[in-house]
C-alpha cells in the first residue's frame, strides 16, 4: 500500500468449504460426468465426475454446437496458473495490477487458476472441465488482504485491472473478488467497461448469515451480480441476497485446487466464486453461437431463458431472474436478444458494442429499482412449466427458499472508499 492513501476493506470471495446444502442431494450417482478425450487418470475419475452441473446444464450437447471459441474471458483474480494441464494454450497474456514481485500468471492462492479452469479448462490431465472449453483466459491479478500484509501493493489494483480488461479483446470480465466498500475510482471503472462494450460478472458474497452487506463490484448498476445454487437448483445457504443479485448458477460442491502447488483438487463448495465463473462460461457459450451480439444482447438472453417459478419482470432477493440455462438458446434458440443498446440492467441506453466499441459518457449510477417478487414465495427450485425441458440445473421439485447462512472464509482486501 502508498503510503498516505486511505485503505478500505475488500472482501474475496472464497473457495472455501460449505458445511450444509439445502434440501436433499438427488440422484448424485447419476450426475458423473466422462470426456472423450480427457487423460484416463485417477485424477480424472475424481474431479470430472464431481463436475455434476455439466451432465446439468447439457454441457456435451452444447459443446456440438459451441464451446466458447472465438471468446475471450478476462479473469480478475489472485493470478491464473497457465501450467496446469487443463489450462496449457489457453491463457493469453494479461497483467499484474498488484504492484508486487510477480507476474499474472502467479497464483499466490490457487482460486484464480481454479476460475480460469471453470471456464475454459480443456479437461487435459484429468483436470476440470470448462462450461466453454473453446474460450480463452486473459488474467488480471490483483491483491487480498493476506498478500498485502506480505507485500507492497498497488492500493488501485481494482480498478486498474478492470480498466485493463475494459481495453484488451475480452468480451466478458469475471469477477470473483468483492468488498463491502464501493469506491468512486472501481465505480468509474466499471462504467468505462459497460462504455467499451463489456459484460461484467461478479460474485455476491459468501456471507449471508454475516450481515449480508452489499457487496462490489457486484452491487454497482452495469454488474451482473451471481449468487449461487446447489444441485436441487435451490439457493446456497450462504449465498448473500438482495437487490444484488441478478442471476444464479451452480456453486456448491464444485472441486477447486486445494492450494498453490497445483498437485491435486479438493472437495467442497466454489461459493459464489465458482457460480460467477460459470455464469461468464455460459455467457461465452451464447456469445460465440451469435458473435455479432452485444453484450446487453446476451445478457438479455440469459434473463430470458433463465429457470423460474415466478414471472418475468420480477426478480427474486436470492436467484435474480433465475437460474442460468444457456442451453436453452444454444440448443433450443429461445431467448429474445431485445434492443442492442439497451442494458437489462439499468433499462438506459449504452454505446457498448460486440467489437471494439469508442469510449462514451458514464452511465448514470441511478439505475431503475429492481421490483423484487415476494420472497415468502420464492422457489429455490426453478421448474419452467410446459417447455419439457431438462432445465439446465434442476434436479427434484420446487421447495421454498431458505436462506440459513454459512460460515466465512472471506479474505479481505483493503482500498479506498469514496
Not at 442431494?25 to 470430472?48: E, I, K
Not at 455434476?52 to 454446437?65: D, H, I, P, R, T
Amino acid at each position: 500500500m502508498t503510503a498516505g492513501m486511505s485503505q478500505t476493506r475488500k472482501r474475496r470471495m472464497p473457495l472455501g468449504f460449505r458445511g450444509r446444502l439445502l434440501g436433499t442431494m438427488a440422484v448424485a450417482a447419476a450426475l458423473s460426468v466422462g470426456f472423450t478425450g480427457a487423460a484416463p487418470s485417477v485424477l480424472a475419475a475424481d474431479v470430472q465426475s464431481k463436475q455434476w452441473y455439466l451432465s446439468a446444464m447439457q454441457a456435451e450437447e452444447m459443446w456440438k454446437v459451441t464451446t466458447g471459441e472465438g471468446i475471450k474471458v478476462a479473469v480478475i483474480d489472485t493470478g491464473v496458473n497457465a501450467s496446469t494441464p487443463s489450462l496449457k494454450g489457453q491463457v493469453l497474456k494479461g497483467l499484474d495490477a498488484t504492484g508486487a514481485d510477480g507476474d499474472e500468471y502467479d497464483d499466490y492462492r490457487g482460486h484464480g487458476t481454479t476460475m480460469a479452469e471453470l471456464i475454459a479448462g480443456t479437461g487435459e490431465g484429468g483436470g476440470l472441465k470448462g462450461l466453454a472449453p473453446g474460450a480463452k483466459i486473459i488474467p488480471l491479478r490483483i491483491t487480498d488482504t493476506e498478500f498485502q500484509n506480505e507485500h507492497s501493493v498497488n492500493a488501485h489494483d481494482s480498478e486498474d485491472a478492470i480498466r485493463a480488461a475494459a481495453d484488451s479483446d475480452a468480451r466478458i470480465i469475471s469477477m470473483s473478488f468483492g468488498s463491502e466498500f464501493p469506491g468512486r475510482e472501481e465505480r468509474e471503472a466499471v462504467k468505462y467497461a459497460q462504455s467499451k462494450g463489456k459484460l461484467f460478472f461478479a460474485a455476491v458474497g459468501n456471507d449471508a448469515k454475516e450481515g449480508n452487506k452489499e457487496q462490489y463490484p457486484a452491487a454497482y448498476p452495469q454488474v451482473v451480480g451471481v449468487s449461487s445454487a446447489d444441485r436441487e437448483g435451490k439457493v446456497a445457504e450462504y449465498s448473500q441476497n438482495g437487490n444484488i443479485v441478478d442471476i444464479a448458477a451452480p456453486g456448491n460442491d464444485v472441486p477447486r485446487w486445494c492450494d498453490t502447488t497445483f498437485r491435486s483438487y479438493c472437495d467442497g463448495d466454489g461459493g459464489t466464486s465458482a457460480a460467477t465463473a460459470i455464469a461468464s462460461a455460459s455467457a461465452a457459450l451464447v456469445w460465440s453461437a451469435h458473435p455479432d451480439w452485444t453484450a446487453n444482447q446476451v445478457l438479455n438472453v440469459l434473463f430470458d431463458t433463465a429457470s423460474r417459478d415466478w414471472g418475468k419482470g420480477t426478480l427474486s432477493k436470492y436467484l435474480g431472474h433465475g437460474l442460468i440455462r444457456p442451453s436453452m438458446n444454444i440448443l433450443k434458440g429461445k431467448g429474445d436478444p431485445g434492443a442492442p443498446d439497451i442494458s437489462p440492467l439499468t433499462k438506459e441506453k449504452t454505446s457498448g458494442s460486440s467489437a471494439s466499441p469508442a469510449p462514451s459518457a458514464p452511465a448514470s449510477s441511478q439505475p431503475e429499482q429492481k421490483e423484487k417478487a415476494d420472497d415468502a414465495v420464492m422457489a429455490g427450485s426453478s421448474k419452467e412449466k410446459g417447455d419439457g425441458s431438462p432445465l439446465g440445473l434442476i434436479i427434484g421439485g420446487a421447495a421454498a427458499v431458505v436462506v440459513l447462512g454459512g460460515g466465512a472464509f472471506a479474505l479481505v482486501r483493503k482500498r479506498r472508499t469514496t
